[in-house]
Structure formats: structure tokens, C-alpha cells
């Protein structure tokens, strides 16, 4: 009986122990992209604001939330999509799957959206999933900091140089 | 001391009539098994083999996952030709292959008509489409079309209907078939393919469905969607094409949850069946187990005597069905929503099969062996 006692008892720490472990462990993997920064950069825009009166070649500061469609990852690319903080999205209780898809509100979507893109040394995009590089996941808040790339039917694509990711 | 085994193959013969109605009744229910499972192996073979791994497809954003919904401007692949690198190109021939995808009712001579897949084409999409080969015919020219190797089915019309020669009617124009192709069981072989501005005449439409673009080794996927991304006016998306068939995997998902239910539920009424019978056979035979106790067999022995029976009979029908199943139902074309495939008998579906007859012969013979043996030997003997 006493060996059960101690096989339970060893099997009990063993458990602790794994659980005591984790927060340092995941510490440890925490990103550290040249890319992410600390603070937050100043003169911030909106996304809305920004495919208003944006110029091709300028630098820029957007502020949005991660998404526009289902997928607003590139895979394997440092590279999503932002939308502006003042289109709304499907609320938790309404219980869609995807709310980053703003699914209820596309035709707001459409002017309120730019595209972020970390490009490398030869100035073609980063090869590197986003959401590794940066730590971010779908309708994660960030601050972008780049030049601004827009083409003659408007479409806006910041190549960003800092991304701040902001904590709700 | 086990019993012979010639005395177990003995018995079988003894009383054929039953023995050949109990063979009939499991080679029944291994045979529903072959055909459900066959079902399901030739459904995830088609969406499986579909997709090419080099090949992404650029298609609305607004087509959710069905392509034949989706309708993007006609100066994409030219775009995309431009500002995407990586695309394969060979002898000044860019494989991208602009495509016109719907379905449409398709009428055959004998005004026999049935919802058909129609692809427009053009003599890149052989390039891109790698699995396709033109086994009869030859390619399509103005006003003729190549049908795959499984277009009856889907059309629910017979192979004549469709040969080489004959017309179809579709879109208000005749078109003659000009062609066979097969493409490894894909969905493909489920489609008519025409030359792509002919359809658009005949659909009144200048917009195309899909652009399939093959990647050399240098190219990627990713850069493909960031472009789609980028050029948020377009309204388009890229999708890797064995990623598409894996969604569509997904989407049939409920339809194979179901398929292999049936194959437990008919296993489990197989089992009851199987039951039933050796409860019959075992109930006639009370006065013969007894008398085999009597002269000295164990019961052990008496019982697997009576399991190598139930399982030698179960192994023939298994076999049995196993025979029918690869002479009759491989390969025979099944119509479903996006088009049509062949059941697939193959080595997971016989093993299943098989497994399932095996295990009828032993769950079936093993409970009424028991309660034969459980009666008292001096009562059983006097039994009637």
C-alpha cells in the first residue's frame, strides 16, 4: 500500500512540476522581431483616414485591427491585412466563427482596408509567417509604421519598418 | 483434444440448404460494407487526386468555396502574369490558364438531359491541368467538345450518348464531341471541356471563373495571395489547389461521417443476423453437442469447432462478395453534387470487408455455442 502512496505522490509533483514549468517556457519563445517595438509610434492614422489621403511614397503610421477576410494572413509571408477601428465586427455573442471576416460589414471593409507587408534586404516580402514573426493573431490591434505604396485604383500597401502591437 | 477440422467442413454440408442461405445473408451484408466503404474511398481518392500542389487557383473573394459561383474580370490572368513572378514558362508560354467554370443543362441526341460541369478552356490548360490525358479524339476546335471519362455519369445519360461524333446540346448552341480525356480519377472526368471563347459567346459572358497558375520551384503561393491582397479591387483570392480540395474534403466531411455509420450500423444488423442463424443452427444441433460431451470432448473444443464453422462460412461469403465487389462494383461511376466518381474498391475497402465477415462468423457462432454447452448433457441427450 505504502509504494502506491509513493507512486501517486511521485506521479502528483511530477504533474506540479509540469505545470510550474510553463509560463517560464513560454517566456522564453516570445518573439523578438527587429520589427516589433516596444512603444508605440506616434501620429497614428486610421485606415479609413489613410486610403483618403494617403500619397504613395510617404512615410506612415496606420492603427487597426487585424482582418477583412477569413484569412488575413499570407501564409508564409510577413504580411495581413488592416482594417479600420471604426468598422464593426460580429460581436462574441453573435457566435460567428469568424468575426475578423467582417462578414456583416464587407461594403465598409472595402475603403476602411490596407495592406501591411514586411519586405527583406532585396525588397521582396519577408519569408516569414506573420503571426510567428510578430506574435499576432486575428484582430490583434497594431500601430505600423512604414512608406506608404498606393496604386492609381487606390489600393494602400504599407511596407512597414516597426510594428507595434497594442494590448487591450 | 480439439474435434477435426473436416468434421466442422463436414457439417456445412450436411445441411446445404441453410448452409447456402447463411452464405447468401453474409455475403449480402459483407457486400453492403464493399459498397459503402467503396463509397467512401472513392469519394476521398477524387478530392484527394484533384489538386496539384504547383498549381494555385485565383478566383472572387465573393465566391465563398464554390468556384462555379465565382466571376473575376477577364484582364486578371494578364495581371497576374505581370506583376507575379515565378509562373512556369516554357518555349514563350506562361502556363496560367484562364477559365470559364459552370454548370449547365446539357441535352444529348435522344433529348436525354442532365445538369452538366462545363469547363472553358484554352491550350494552356493542358499545361496547367497536368493530370489530364486526351485518350480518344482530338482537342477541341470551334463549336466541339472533349468530355472526361466519367461526363455520363454525371450526366446520368449512357456512354453512347456521349461518344465521339455525337452532339450535345448546351447554352442554346450544338456542340460535337470531339474527344475523350481521362485525368486519374480526378473531378475532372466528370466535366465537358470547350474552348474558352466559345463558351463566353455562348454564355454571353466576357468574365472568367478561376485563373490556375502553375508554379515553377522558385515560385510561391504566398506571393500569389499577397497580390490578391494587395489589389483589394479586384476582389480576388488565391488558394493553393490541393488546399481548395482539402476544404472541399472538409465541406463532404458530414456526408463520410455518415457513410461509415452505415457501415456500422450494417455491421452491426449483420452481426444480429448472423445471430440469429447460428441460434437456429446451433438449437438443432442440441443433441449432437451433447453427445460429442458424452464421448469425451471438452467443451472448449466443441466450441471452437462450432466458431471454425461459423468462420469458414463468413470467409467464404467475405471472399465471395470480395470477388463481386472487384469484377462488378470497381470503378463504377457514382454521381454526387460536384460531379462524379468511381466506387474504389482497394485494399482498405477488402480489409474492411473482410474483417467485417470474419468477425460476423465469430461474434455470430460464439453466444449461442456457449448456451448449447451450458444444458445439462443426460437433458440435452434426451432432447428431441
Redesign the interface.
Known amino acids: 500500500m505504502k509504494s502506491v502512496y509513493g507512486v501517486l505522490i511521485a506521479g502528483m509533483l511530477v504533474f506540479v512540476v509540469g505545470c510550474g514549468a510553463s509560463p517560464s517556457a513560454d517566456r522564453t519563445d516570445e518573439p523578438t522581431s527587429q520589427y516589433l517595438v516596444d512603444a508605440e509610434p506616434s501620429g497614428a492614422v486610421s485606415v479609413g483616414d489613410a486610403n483618403a489621403s494617403g500619397e504613395d511614397g510617404q512615410p506612415i503610421t496606420l492603427v487597426g485591427l487585424i482582418g477583412g477576410?477569413t484569412e488575413p494572413f499570407?501564409?508564409?509571408?510577413a504580411?495581413f491585412?488592416i482594417v479600420d477601428e471604426s468598422v464593426p465586427y460580429c460581436a462574441d455573442e453573435e457566435g460567428c466563427p469568424t468575426p475578423w471576416d467582417y462578414c456583416c460589414t464587407q461594403d465598409q471593409v472595402?475603403d476602411n482596408?490596407a495592406?501591411v507587408?514586411i519586405v527583406d534586404e532585396s525588397g521582396?516580402?519577408l519569408?516569414e509567417d506573420a503571426r510567428e514573426l510578430l506574435s499576432v493573431k486575428e484582430l490583434s490591434k497594431v500601430v505600423v509604421s512604414g512608406t506608404a505604396q498606393k496604386?492609381e485604383?487606390?489600393?494602400l500597401?504599407v511596407v512597414a519598418d516597426q510594428v507595434f502591437v497594442k494590448k487591450d | 483434444m480439439l474435434l477435426p477440422w473436416e468434421y466442422g467442413v463436414r457439417n456445412l454440408a450436411r445441411r446445404p440448404l441453410r448452409t447456402l442461405l447463411t452464405l447468401i445473408a453474409l455475403a449480402t451484408v459483407v457486400m453492403l460494407v464493399f459498397v459503402v466503404v467503396g463509397f467512401i474511398r472513392g469519394l476521398e481518392r477524387s478530392l484527394s487526386t484533384s489538386g496539384d500542389d504547383d498549381v494555385v487557383l485565383v478566383y472572387s473573394v465573393n465566391s465563398e468555396e464554390n468556384i462555379e459561383n465565382s466571376a473575376i474580370a477577364a484582364q486578371i490572368p494578364a495581371l497576374l502574369t505581370a506583376s507575379v513572378g515565378g509562373t512556369v514558362s516554357r518555349f514563350g508560354m506562361t502556363h496560367v490558364s484562364p477559365e470559364l467554370y459552370m454548370g449547365t443543362r446539357v441535352k444529348n441526341e435522344l433529348d436525354e438531359a442532365g445538369l452538366g460541369l462545363v469547363r472553358g478552356v484554352t491550350l494552356a490548360t493542358p499545361l496547367v491541368r497536368r493530370s489530364v490525358r486526351l485518350v480518344e479524339g482530338s482537342w477541341p476546335r470551334a463549336g466541339e467538345v472533349i468530355v472526361g471519362r466519367l461526363a455520363a455519369a454525371k450526366l446520368g445519360s449512357s456512354e453512347d450518348a456521349i461518344a465521339l461524333g455525337k452532339t450535345l446540346e448546351f447554352e442554346g448552341k450544338q456542340w460535337t464531341v470531339s474527344g475523350r480525356f481521362a485525368s486519374g480519377g480526378s473531378a475532372y472526368e466528370s466535366e465537358i471541356w470547350c474552348r474558352l471563347e466559345d463558351f463566353q459567346a455562348a454564355t454571353k459572358r466576357q468574365d472568367l471563373s478561376l485563373v490556375a497558375m502553375l508554379l515553377s520551384p522558385e515560385g510561391s503561393a504566398g506571393e500569389v495571395s499577397l497580390f490578391c491582397k494587395e489589389r483589394t479591387d479586384l476582389e480576388i483570392r488565391a488558394i493553393r489547389e490541393t488546399d481548395y480540395y482539402a476544404s472541399l474534403q472538409q465541406h463532404y466531411r458530414p456526408v463520410r461521417l455518415l457513410a461509415w455509420s452505415v457501415v456500422v450500423m450494417v455491421s452491426a444488423a449483420g452481426i444480429f443476423a448472423g445471430l440469429n442463424m447460428m441460434y437456429g443452427a446451433v438449437a438443432g444441433r442440441v443433441r449432437e453437442i451433447a453427445t460429442l460431451q458424452a464421448v469425451g470432448f471438452r467443451r472448449r473444443a466443441i466450441v471452437l469447432s462450432l466458431v471454425q464453422e461459423g468462420v469458414l462460412l463468413a470467409a467464404s461469403g467475405s471472399l465471395l462478395s470480395g470477388v463481386l465487389a472487384l469484377t462488378a462494383l470497381n470503378g463504377m461511376a457514382v454521381r454526387f453534387t460536384m460531379g462524379a466518381f468511381a466506387l474504389r474498391i482497394d485494399s482498405v475497402a477488402i480489409l474492411i470487408g473482410c474483417g467485417v465477415g470474419v468477425l460476423l462468423g465469430v461474434v455470430g457462432a460464439l453466444p449461442p455455442a456457449l448456451k448449447a454447452l451450458r444444458s445439462e448433457v443426460a437433458t440435452s441427450l434426451k432432447s428431441v
Open positions: 477576410s499570407v501564409d508564409g509571408l504580411a491585412t472595402k482596408i495592406t507587408k521582396g516580402p519569408a496604386d485604383q487606390g489600393n500597401t
